[in-house]
């Protein structure tokens, strides 16, 4: 009884985190939800969201996380594979790591400075005879800066999906007669999908909120739920829309873990 009573108050100081920190925002942004601009009690914010323009708002975040969770994935899952097979993998694992330790707002003035009219990507452009081009505050710069951003963060549980393999498995495929591409197919992805959709998670729901980006490097021409939520807070003040469409992303991302099934195994 003892022991029980000492792991219960262990639980005492999360279970208050949880209650502050989480639990209360997500009531708090729900019962804000339910007032319009004027601050009267009223359901015209959910309404409003079902109109043309916020659906397909919806759309376009859903559409722009989409692109940079398949960029994600087309570049870390090789990237993490070579990792495996590399000598000092830790070290080069590190190495990738690390700058997602700095400032967002510091790696997005970064890239526009490399992508402004004077920059280093429109140098090389001139260098090479193409001339020119308007890079920033493109779709291009957005999914880009973006995908650079969530690589480090694709490539960690993808590499260590990889790395936790028995190689015992791949040799029985080789003793078996299949090739490298038929072992890859039939035995090292069906046993990373854990890793690829906890990757997949971890950039795809970010992604549908990202408007810091929008604002910086797309120059608002990418309007996410991330920027109406920016907007309606901070600019037209109307906190009751803003919450209601928090509402909303808080309900996809229930939605996107609840039904992508990480660490669900097949019998």
């Known amino acids: 009884m003892n022991h029980k009573f000492i792991r219960n108050l262990y639980a005492v100081p999360y279970v208050i985190w949880i209650l502050l920190f989480v639990i209360a925002p997500i009531i708090l942004v729900l019962y804000y939800s339910f007032f319009d601009i004027h601050g009267n009690f009223s359901l015209v914010n959910y309404e409003r969201f079902f109109t043309p323009v916020y659906l397909k708002l919806t759309l376009d975040s859903f559409w722009y996380a989409f692109l940079i969770t398949f960029f994600s994935l087309i570049v870390a899952y090789p990237t993490a594979y070579l990792l ?3 000598r000092h993998k830790q070290l080069w694992l590190l190495l990738i790591i690390v700058p997602s330790w700095i400032n967002l707002l510091l790696k997005a003035y970064a ?39 969530f690589i480090p963060f694709m490539i960690l549980p993808i590499f260590n999906a990889l790395n936790n393999i028995n190689p015992a498995l791949i040799e029985a495929a ?30 795809f729901i970010p992604s549908l ?15 996410t739920l991330g920027t109406a939520i920016e907007q309606h807070f901070l600019v037209t003040q109307d906190w009751g829309m803003g919450a209601t469409i928090s509402v909303f992303l808080f309900l996809i991302m229930f939605i996107i873990v609840r039904f992508t099934g990480i660490g669900k195994r097949g019998a």
């Open 209 to 223: 909120s990202l408007f810091m980006l929008t604002r910086l490097i797309a120059g608002n021409r990418v309007i």
């Open 84 to 86: 495996t097979k590399t």
């Open 111 to 149: 890239f526009m400075g490399i992508f402004g009219t004077y920059g280093a990507a429109n140098n090389f452009l001139e260098f090479i005879g193409i001339g020119a081009k308007q890079i920033l505050f493109t779709d291009f710069s957005f999914v880009f800066v973006s995908v650079y951003i």
């Open 174 to 203: 080789n003793d078996l007669g299949a090739s490298k591409f038929m072992t890859f197919r039939r035995v090292i992805f069906p046993l990373t999908l854990d890793g690829v959709k906890t990757g997949c998670q971890v950039v």
